[in-house]
T-cell receptor, first 112, second 115 residues
Framework: NAGVTQTPKFRVLKTGQSMTLLCAQDMNHEYMYWYRQDPGMGLRLIHYSVGEGTTAKGEVPDGYNVSRLKKQNFLLGLESAAPSQTSVYFC???????????FGPGTRLTVT | KQEVTQIPAALSVPEGENLVLNCSFTDSAIYNLQWFRQDPGKGLTSLLL?????REQTSGRLNASLDKSSGRSTLYIAASQPGDSATYLC??????????????FGQGTILTVHP
């Protein structure tokens, strides 16, 4: 039982490049989330999904897109990276609103 | 809009002390409150989840309390150890409306326990 895993762990992009961050969970959770963590700003929700095939915007969705084609995977895409997207990205999942939310180890992204 | 505040922002104590970390939230309509630990450069590890109907949850040397009516939670750490040094985050799951299990986080308390 690996829990929540994220790929890659680190990445450096140039401005304008694109990339996809992959999140996978093996707990059969319905709800999945993408957060970003920045110094002084705390953790903020980017996008979330309440089930396979569904996605919705969180607090800071601009510049990001997501997809949830399979229940266990939640992908976060950056179409044209900007330096303001330099951050640590965390994926999380939970069974429902009552149960614990579990986090992945994070992806450290630098955009130059 | 839910807002979560943690006090103090940083705390330094000698080994063996009992300590209390504070968390307050503005909207008392919550499903639950979760406490996390984050080590430098690492992800978030869940410590305790306390449901809105509960007053306390305990795990080993950790005890979390919840007073929903006053919008407060505390994390009590007994007999602190250097290995407890980390950032502690509290997060609330707000109920109602377009609730989707999102967590609203505080800014965290950086704890240092020195030998």
């Amino acid at each position: 039982n690996a829990g929540v895993t994220q790929t890659p762990k680190f990445r450096v992009l140039k401005t304008g490049q694109s990339m996809t961050l992959l999140c996978a969970q093996d707990m059969n959770h319905e709800y999945m989330y993408w957060y970003r963590q920045d110094p002084g700003m705390g953790l903020r929700l980017i996008h979330y999904s309440v089930g396979e095939g569904t996605t919705a915007k969180g607090e800071v969705p601009d510049g990001y897109n997501v997809s949830r084609l399979k229940k266990q995977n939640f992908l976060l895409g950056l179409e044209s990276a900007a330096p303001s997207q330099t951050s640590v990205y965390f994926c999380a999942s939970r069974w429902d609103r009552i149960h614990e939310q579990y986090f992945g180890p994070g992806t450290r992204l630098t955009v130059t | 809009k839910q807002e979560v505040t943690q006090i103090p922002a940083a705390l330094s104590v000698p080994e063996g002390e009992n300590l209390v970390l504070n968390c307050s939230f503005t909207d008392s309509a919550i499903y639950n409150l979760q406490w996390f630990r984050q080590d430098p450069g690492k992800g978030l590890t869940s410590l305790l989840l306390i449901q809105s109907s509960q007053r306390e949850q305990t795990s080993g040397r950790l005890n979390a309390s919840l007073d929903k009516s006053s919008g407060r939670s505390t994390l009590y750490i007994a007999a602190s150890q250097p290995g407890d040094s980390a950032t502690y985050l509290c997060a609330a799951t707000t109920a109602g409306g377009t609730s989707y299990g999102k967590l609203t986080f505080g800014q965290g308390t950086i704890l240092t326990v020195h030998p």
